[in-house]
């Protein structure tokens, strides 16, 4: 199975639409987003193509491959407008390997979650990479539309267990299996 794994869309509905058209163009099975879909946060500017509401049409549009984490700038009110739930943590079994997943605010390579398993996926900082720390594969997609510290926009790619960071054009930035 192959996972698109995004995160900080910060209302976007440029960037939304984007990461639909890449769950196509990848041949994903799922998307995973790791949190902060609507607002864009009070230390954040406006994203290009600012548009909660747009966003939420089209992640609803794509409710039953869509599984969401819950992010610091995500807010009870948010589940009004969404036909899915947004889940405080995750983890995703992947040819037997554990995976956990967070939006980044409790958690990071930096201090890892207690029994994370093979690998932690996060967003949060806005700055993708993949790294080993000790046993443990750390992964930050990045976000998709206000990446920080020159960084590209990025997502994640996993396709059994080998991961990849591209960018928006499919690029790969960096590699790694599980």
């Known amino acids: 199975m192959k996972f698109l794994i995004a995160s900080d869309i910060h209302g976007s509905r440029i960037y939304a639409q984007r990461v639909a058209d890449l769950l196509g163009e990848e041949g994903a099975d799922r998307l995973i987003l790791l949190g902060d879909i609507y607002n864009h946060g009070p230390r954040n500017p406006l994203p290009e193509g600012y548009d909660p509401m747009g966003v939420a049409k089209i992640l609803n549009g794509l409710v039953d491959r869509l599984t969401v984490i819950k992010g610091n700038c995500d807010s009870d009110v948010d589940t009004m407008i969404s036909d899915f739930e947004f889940v405080s943590e995750g983890v995703l ?86």
């Open 93 to 178: 079994i992947a040819e037997g390997k554990k995976i956990f997943l967070q939006h980044g605010d409790k958690f990071s390579i930096d201090a890892l979650p207690k029994n994370c398993g093979d690998a932690f996926f996060y967003g949060h900082y806005h700055t993708g990479f993949i790294e080993r720390r000790g046993g443990v594969l750390v992964a930050n997609c990045g976000s998709v539309s206000l990446p920080k510290n020159g960084t590209p926009r990025s997502y994640l790619l996993l396709d059994g267990v080998h991961l990849s960071l591209k960018d928006l054009g499919k690029n790969v930035l960096a590699e790694a299996d599980i």
